[in-house]
Each structure stands twice: as C-alpha cells, then as structure tokens.
C-alpha cells in the first residue's frame, strides 16, 4: 500500500509501505501508485533513478530527481519515522 510523501509536476512521490528492507527511496508515478513505478535511490550524493518504470520523460526526471535531492533530510526522516531503520544506497 503506498504512502503519499510529497507531489510535484502532477507526480506523486511515494514510499511502498513494505519496501523497508531495503535501501531508502521512493517511487514516482501519474495516476496509479504501484511497487513497480519508477524507483528513485537516495544516496550520499544525491539521488539516483533504479529504474524507470513509469516512463517519464527525461525532462521531468531530471527535474523529479532535482526535487528529491532538495527533499532528502525530510524524505529520509519520513524513512526513518515510518519504517523505524533505514540507510541511504551506497
């Protein structure tokens, strides 16, 4: 079941409630929230897209993962606030 985090260009920017095993990032999707939309890793550095899903255009996934970048300590502590343990992606 996915938990909406933040919206942005008409996209929704999701955690999969779920996906707390894993590294920490979202997903991004128009319209449907799946497990499968385009994944987006938080790193060090940044963000980094896992894989693109959803088909958006390069345009606006370079202007999502601008976004996400600006967004990573609240991201992160939404994470950690939700799952209760997380790492960014190495």
Not at 4 to 15: D, P, R, S
Not at 20 to 48: C, F, M, R, Y
Request: charged fraction near 25%; hydrophobic fraction near 35%.
């Amino acid at each position: 079941m996915p938990q909406c985090l933040l919206k942005f260009l008409g996209y929704v920017i999701y955690f999969w409630i779920g996906d707390g095993d894993e590294p920490i990032h979202v997903h991004i999707s128009k319209g449907v929230q799946t497990p499968n939309a385009t994944k987006v890793w938080l790193t060090e550095d940044g963000a980094e897209i896992a894989n693109n899903n959803s088909r958006i255009s390069d345009g606006d996934l370079k202007k999502l993962l601008r976004y996400i970048t600006y967004n990573q300590n609240r991201i992160v502590m939404e994470w950690l606030r939700r799952f209760g343990k997380g790492e960014l992606k190495h």
